[in-house]
């Protein structure tokens, strides 16, 4: 089931269930889903990796939105959005902990044979490419500095 079917079943669910915020996050999803698929150039489907990418910039988006709101003290805005953002990381694949994170980004600079600061854009272009989804690209970057300056 494509992930517009998946989310059109979803919003009825919450719609019987009267679960507001779970209703707003679906409906968010759905309107990205549709600006996508009528975007200039696209063919009108979208393949998996395009809905991935769009969850991870939904999730991003609402991330950054909590982050101001916190510093901002707008704790119920906060709260809205992290609501939303719990119901887009269900449609996400499961993101890698800490360690798993620090192994794998160790394996691709063993790799790729990277030995200073200087190589991290050879590592993270590889990064990027393999843990596409997995994990967040500022986790990635703050990592293989991390263990580039080592």
């Given at each position: ?37 009528t975007a200039e150039g696209a063919t009108g489907e979208l393949t998996e990796a395009d809905e991935q990418k769009m969850l991870q ?8 939105s909590i982050e101001i709101f916190r510093q901002q003290n707008r704790l119920d805005l906060a709260v809205k959005e992290e609501e ?67």
């Open positions: 089931m494509s992930l517009e079917q998946t989310i059109n079943t979803a919003m009825k669910t919450a719609m019987l269930a009267k679960a507001e915020a779970e209703l707003r996050a679906l409906r968010a999803i759905k309107a990205a889903v549709l600006v996508a698929k910039k939904l999730a991003k988006q609402r991330k950054d939303e953002l719990a119901v887009i990381e269900r449609y996400l694949p499961k993101q890698l902990s800490e360690a798993e994170l620090r192994a794998e980004v160790s394996a691709i600079i063993t790799a790729v044979g990277a030995s200073g600061p200087a190589d991290m854009g050879k590592v993270m272009g590889a990064a990027t490419k393999q843990l596409a989804g997995k994990a967040d690209g500022k986790a990635i970057s703050a990592l293989v500095k991390e263990l580039l300056t080592k």
